[in-house]
């Protein structure tokens, strides 16, 4: 008997790095949380001293990751994870090799050693019309050993890349005691209120970092973080291949940059940024003709975060790969339009975005098979909503109304991607999200938060209770929407 799993763990004390994670496109769900899946399988294998005697192993897909599972590359990420690969450094070239493969694929090196005999139609089994009870995306490992016993696990890929078991909810004893737990909007007023003068949230956040982090290695990650994010920009904007899945979705974030940096550009991400940002010579009120042109390139950026993606290529999730584009996108206009930026200022704006993106995940949902697109972009919109407002100046409350602004706008959110594949409507939908997050942050900075409506946390409980009410085809299995109206045949290639 499964017991119906509520993902919302408000006592979960969860980094920003858990948050923002290395790893490979095109979903998180679907790809990134089978990935795990199939390497902890294997770590499992090797506690119990039975790797050496695995003949045979089986995968069973359920729900959403049968529904939508070799459109998200579910197929390829269980192959590459029960090889060993790990996701944040497995080089693309092995991530093609694989996609192109896997159909034919007939032995396989258990965590790059044993070879064992394993066929893509025989040993990966997708279960259309199957759902677990437990978790929309389901997957079951067995291994059969060699003397006839048979390990079996269960895992559930509930978002953002995180896997779990069903008996692996969260105690709150278990967990680790921050300085300043944090179970909703509300706790993070209440504890920056309690300093005087108040605390900003990127403070509030970097307090609690520090229970995981010493105060340099935060700063080091979160950099590196930014500079993966800018990276698979620049990775996007000069790659000109055709998107995989046989779709036919041209990429755009290359030309649209073209048109504003005339081609050729600086071989270098960090050298092309600076040109980026000297060609535009950032206007602090932008004219129509500069409006124009920032629009476009906060839309380059997001397209190409999410081209990248598409192709299985280096994203950092945040908080999931559909929506990977939302975030580095705002995040490169700040760095790189906004005069004043800094690198500081990119670690405080990291640290509130992480922060927001764990309530939603505490008190709502971040997996679009549970919520609808809403868990994706809508998050990472909130997300960077308030990353922006926080070192453009905002107080808390200005920072927790543009993240509540930002999300109030993608309330009812529906996942349908065409084909299964994270491309229609995916791509272009990062652009929007980045759109909705600089307004929020706009509308937040010049608004009075005492006179606001709505919380973050309503809205919060409402994306929750909107989430609990969607139908079931709206949820990350192809079935409605866009996806019903587009039937296509996805041809692997
Ligand atoms: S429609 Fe939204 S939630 Fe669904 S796969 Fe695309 S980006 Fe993710």
């Not at 991400?269 to 010579?281: D, K, L, M, P």
């Not at 476009?296 to 280096?314: H, M, Q």
Request: negative net charge; proline residues 5%; aromatic residues 6%.
């Amino acid at each position: 008997m499964h017991k119906q799993m509520d993902t919302r763990y408000p006592q979960q004390r969860i980094s920003v790095f858990d948050i923002f994670k290395v790893g490979v496109g095109p979903s998180s769900s679907h790809t990134m949380g089978p990935w795990r899946a199939a390497e902890r399988f294997v770590r499992t294998l090797v506690l119990e001293r039975a790797i050496e005697s695995v003949r045979r192993i089986t995968v069973d897909l359920y729900g959403s990751l049968a529904k939508t599972g070799i459109g998200h590359g579910t197929d390829v990420a269980v192959v590459l994870g029960l090889s060993g690969e790990d996701p944040e450094t497995v080089p693309h070239s092995v991530v093609d090799e694989v996609r192109r493969t896997v159909r034919g694929i007939e032995h396989l090196a258990l965590a790059g050693g044993l070879s064992i005999g394993f066929e893509y139609v025989r040993d990966i089994r997708f279960h259309h019309d199957e759902s677990l009870d437990y978790h929309p995306n389901g997957l079951r490992f067995s291994a059969a050993l060699s003397h006839g016993r048979t390990i079996q696990e269960t895992y559930y890929s509930i978002g953002g890349g995180f896997v779990v078991q069903e008996d692996e909810i969260p105690r709150p004893e278990a967990s680790v005691t921050l300085p300043y737990p944090i179970d909703n909007a509300a706790d993070i007023l209440r504890w920056t209120r309690a300093h005087d003068p108040e605390l900003r949230i990127s403070e509030l956040v970097r307090e609690n970092e520090r229970t995981w982090d010493p105060e340099d290695r935060i700063d080091a990650r979160l950099m590196r973080v930014f500079e993966v994010m800018r990276e698979c920009v620049f990775n996007g904007l000069s790659t000109e291949r055709a998107l995989p899945g046989g779709l036919g979705v041209a990429r755009r974030a290359r030309g649209l940059a073209a048109s504003l940096l005339p081609l050729p550009w600086p071989p270098a991400a960090q050298a092309f940024f600076e040109a980026v940002a000297n060609s535009n010579s950032a206007p602090a009120r932008p004219d129509a003709a500069g409006f124009e042109r920032v629009l476009r390139w906060i839309s380059a950026f997001a397209l190409a975060v999410n081209e990248e993606n598409a192709d299985f290529g280096r994203v950092v999730t945040a908080p999931t790969n559909g929506a990977a584009g939302v975030v580095p996108a705002v995040l490169l206009y700040y760095r790189y339009f906004v005069s004043g930026a800094s690198d500081e200022g990119v670690v405080r704006f990291l640290l509130t975005a992480g922060e927001i993106g764990s309530v939603f995940k505490k008190g709502a949902t971040i997996s679009a098979a549970q919520g609808g697109c809403q868990a994706e972009i809508g998050v990472s919109s909130a997300m960077a909503a308030a990353g922006l407002t926080e070192v453009l100046g905002g107080n808390p409350e200005q920072v927790l109304m543009a993240a509540e602004i930002a999300m109030e706008h993608h309330l009812g959110l529906t996942c349908d991607p065409v084909g299964g594949l994270v491309q229609v409507p995916c791509i272009e939908r990062n652009t929007m999200g980045a759109v909705k997050a600089i307004t929020g942050a706009t509308l937040a900075l010049a608004g009075d938060p005492s006179s606001a409506r709505v919380s973050l946390d309503d809205v919060i409980e409402a994306m929750w209770n909107t989430a609990l009410d969607m139908n079931t085809k709206y949820k990350e299995t192809s079935e409605g929407g866009l996806a019903a109206r587009i039937p296509i045949n996805v041809i692997e290639c």
